[in-house]
């Protein structure tokens, strides 16, 4: 599978390394089948322009997770992962954890999305949650 991580600002240098050893086991854990999956990491207003594009939702957010096999003609199976490093930011302040933990967490969100998870329940929420954070200690994030 082609992990693709692009880091479209440039005030924070991501832990790309890091990143690409949690992203394949939970590629691995959650057998997601797909042949490429891109990370492109970006400020708030490039999330809050993609959200409004499509979703209709005009605000920054923090993870949009979009599995575009069926919006490409190709026999492979692509997603695209976006994650807002300004909310990262944010979030790790309000959350009193390391951005590197923060970025982490949002990683392994927008995966877990793909895996068919999902937040919009309390219980949902939680489970999801549980799932993260799995990740996230196994690999000392």
């Given at each position: ?12 240098k991501?832990?790309i390394?890091?990143?690409r050893?949690?992203?394949k086991?939970?590629v691995?854990?959650?057998?997601l ?6 990370f492109?990491?970006?400020?708030d207003d490039f999330i809050q ?14 993870v949009l ?10 026999l492979?199976k692509?997603?695209?992962i ?6 990262a930011?944010e979030?790790?302040k309000s959350?009193?954890v390391?951005f ?7 990683t392994?969100?927008?995966l ?8 919009d329940?309390?219980s949902?929420?939680i489970n999801?949650?549980?799932r ?10």
């Amino acid at each position: 599978m082609e992990i693709n991580i692009i880091n479209e600002q440039k005030k924070i240098k991501l832990p790309i390394q890091k990143l690409r050893k949690l992203i394949k086991q939970v590629v691995s854990e959650e057998s997601l089948g797909f042949t490429q999956i891109n990370f492109i990491y970006v400020s708030d207003d490039f999330i809050q322009r993609i959200n409004k594009q499509f979703l209709n939702h005009d605000h920054p957010t923090d993870v949009l997770a979009f599995d575009l096999s069926d919006e490409i003609e190709t026999l492979d199976k692509i997603a695209e992962i976006y994650i807002s490093l300004d909310r990262a930011f944010e979030q790790a302040k309000s959350y009193k954890v390391s951005f590197e933990n923060e970025v982490a967490r949002l990683t392994t969100h927008g995966l877990l999305h793909l895996a068919g998870y999902k937040d919009d329940t309390r219980s949902a929420k939680i489970n999801m949650r549980r799932r993260e954070n799995y990740y996230l200690r196994k690999f000392g994030f």
